[in-house]
């Protein structure tokens, strides 16, 4: 089988950043309760006062391990897809975290699931660094990434409530990490 180059977004696909970021606000503040990104309704957190939002993202800056607290969202099976993926394909984890050394933390993070030698890039700019590594699929939950990698590279976007009504032009849409892994996996056979 000859191996594609992945782009594979981790906050929102991987990883529960909406629950880390929820239970960082709800530290501070007791009336606020977390919730997980299955249940984030829109892409900017509305029902927290903007004030508490930039405090959290300020504690985000400071937090020497947020990233790395971070609740997987895969499976037990969808992990180890995750990691034969890797092992067959040049799997990059293309993520716009900041803060605290976030690429250590990430690198760390994705080793703890089970992948070896994890890539990491961190980038503000994620549609350049798919072309810069030139990637044949890329999977995202953010619908402005999407639109600007498209047509560049095969796009998935990873439904969530917050993305679920966008129009964006897309290859794919999946609900399931396994259903784009199957994607990937017929796609190379297909071509070998
Ligand atoms: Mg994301």
């Known amino acids: 089988m000859k191996p594609f180059v992945l782009c594979v977004d981790v906050d929102g696909v991987l990883a529960d950043f909406t629950w880390g970021f929820?239970?960082?606000?709800?530290?501070?503040?007791p009336e606020i309760t977390p919730w997980p990104t299955s249940e984030q309704k829109t892409w900017e957190f509305d029902s927290i006062p903007k004030g508490i939002q930039n405090e959290t993202?300020?504690?985000?800056?400071?937090?020497?391990?947020?990233?790395?607290?971070?609740?997987?969202?895969l499976s037990s099976s969808e992990r180890y897809s995750l990691c034969v993926l890797a092992a067959d394909h040049r799997v990059y984890f293309v993520t716009n975290r900041l803060g605290v050394r976030p690429e250590e933390q990430t690198v760390r993070w994705l080793h703890h699931l089970?992948?070896?030698?994890?890539?990491?890039?961190?980038?503000?700019?994620?549609?350049?660094?798919?072309?810069?590594?030139e990637a044949q699929f890329a999977i995202d939950d953010k619908v402005e990434n999407i639109a600007a990698m498209h047509p560049w590279v095969h796009t998935t976007l990873?439904?969530?409530?917050?993305?679920?009504?966008s129009n964006v032009t897309v290859d794919y849409c999946?609900?399931?990490?396994?259903?784009?892994?199957?994607?990937?996996?017929?796609?190379?056979?297909q071509r070998s």
């Open 174 to 189: 999946v609900d399931s990490l396994s259903e784009w892994i199957g994607f990937v996996n017929a796609a190379a056979s």
């Open 22 to 29: 929820t239970s960082l606000a709800a530290a501070w503040h």
């Open 158 to 165: 990873f439904r969530l409530p917050y993305n679920r009504d």
């Open 57 to 73: 993202w300020t504690r985000v800056r400071q937090h020497p391990s947020f990233w790395w607290d971070l609740p997987c969202r």
């Open 114 to 133: 089970g992948l070896r030698n994890p890539n990491v890039i961190v980038t503000t700019n994620k549609a350049l660094a798919c072309r810069t590594i």
